[in-house]
């Protein structure tokens, strides 16, 4: 079994919800990483999206992008972060690391030699934002064969086929942006998340992953109701710009604050 | 009316490119987010309709000839051939136009398209703020609200667009991040985009993009090269040896390119923005400096970039070159051979720049003056009975502050 299979089913034996935070791998420099990465999992993080930062971000807002820009400004590369995972396994073999950014880093080192090394290091899923499934076929495979899960989203406006053809190609979860526009903004609406998650459980047996737009312990509470996992970008990225100093004392505080409201018991 | 006839390419195949996922071979396709898939399917059925609806096509064809000034001429630039000694140089006066360019053939039919689809707002991203104008332009003609986005580096080296669209009512929002050139005010539209997609229309201003863009583009932009096969039929009795154009994504190329696609013996040239020199790395000529393919701004093209896919800074002295890829169908008329793309660097773009303002009396925009000075070194090279036409894209009005402070003048 993956770890991330792993991951969700001791969850749901728990009756718990997986709680995946997001930072960019390089920020604020490539030495803190690792050691942030930790940070996370000691709050309650049960996967850790690592994002890969590229110059061209075009679909997240302006936190994500300036973290981008602090660690392409160190010239952090996929396979400088491909090291880092491997780094982090040395010490946690458990929770699962998803690579999160946009397809042409991965284009660029082939997706081959991506698999091959991410799958050596202890990489275990790659969600790249702008691949989506009519383009993805030969390249899911690829990743497939190295035990890589494909990560895709789905959206509000997703209709049934499209979410019937992503169902057949993704492995390990599915992650649904709750909203319409970039990572960051601040219009999530639960109501409807509930309604259209129950509309995709018909086509996606994966466990649903739900993210943008969620800032804090209450709205990470309200989605754990109705989705199988949270996911919160640029609410723990914000941290980034107060400064390194104490940032992983923060980070783990923050996802620690989350995590037991998302386990509080529910009345 | 207008014929959008299907060219055929040189070996007798019918090109019916792109396929129905935007594919022109390896290049092109649909790399957006999941959130946009929608709309770009939206969009893609709704120009199907559009393109096979004969009252649309006869108001794209009455706003080109009324409002924009078609046909534009096809002009022989006799003294300027006569001093270069070779070939006959003809100019496809797209800077003619209303607004000044080839830009507005194809904001009028995508506002057209805006307009269809019940959207009432319309943004736009630009470089040299050409396509800002003519997108701020068919936005106040036919009543829609418009935000433009431009690079802040191209803000302050394109002011007198910025006023200009100003003028017009539109509103100008200087994107900072990145390299605060063209790809960034496209990121910036793409996130607007995703942001306000169910009342508003993205008109993306050259070939490039996710499909169905470069597909619609080129064939608002075909006209150029329709127009221009008749006039030359008309006016010299033949089909020219050579057809030279810049390419900054490629729209006002693959405008006159199309046509000529099946037409044998005209010989397609695309004039990428050397810089400083390709050798020297500050350019922004992907095809002629051989970049490998990549996926940026929802399609895979050749795209300059470091060995880590990172999206490197381009260079050129015209703002609405400064991109570092080019649209997909240009990537496969290269890769197939159909076209050859070459560069010119900022010096020889402006030697052809002042050229053309001292032998014809015709102020050309930067961007053309690159087509120019390759046409001029081809035509040098060329027989007095050979004929080169060169699309001259736009005017230069924009680019006289730039040109006076490379003077060191101020204005
Ligand atoms: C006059 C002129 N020509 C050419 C271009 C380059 O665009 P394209 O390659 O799409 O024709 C621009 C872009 O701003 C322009 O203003």
Redesign the pocket.
Known sequence: MSRIQNAFTRLKAAGQQALIPYITAGDPHPGATVSLMHALVAGGADIIELGVPFTDPSADGPVIQRAAERALAHGVSLRQIITMVAEFRKADSDTPVVLMGYANPVEAMGYEAFAKAASAAGIDGLLTVDLPPEEAIDRVAILKRYGIDPIFLLALTTPPARARAVAELAAGYVYYVSLKGVTGAANLDVGSVATKLAELRQYIPLPIGVGFGIRDAASARAVAAVADAVVIGSRIVQEFEAGESGLAGRLTDFVAGVRSAMNAPRA | MLEYVKPMAANNQPYELPDEHGHFGQFGGIYVAETLIPALDELREEYQRAMKDPAFLAEFEYELKHYVGRPSPLYHARRWSDELGGAQIYLKREDLNHTG???INNTIGQALLARRMGKKRVIAE??????GVASATVAARYGLECVVYMGAEDVARQAPNVFRMKLLGASVVAVESGSRTLKDAMNEAMRDWVTNVDSTYYII???AGPHPYPQLVRDFQSVIGEECKVQCAEQIGRQPDAVV?????????IGIFYPYIDVPGVRLIGVEAGGNGVETGRHAAPLTSNARPGVLHGQRVNLMQDENGQIVDTHSIS???DYPGV?PEHCYLNEIGRAEYVAINDDEALTAFHDLCRYEGIIP?L??SHALAHGAKMASQMSRDQIIVINL??RGDKDIPTIARLDGIVL
């Open positions: 360019a080839h830009k630009t470089g040299a703020g050409q396509h201003g050259t070939c154009a810049c390419v900054g994504g490629g729209s006002n190329a703002a609405g070159l649209g925009a961007e053309s894209s736009g």
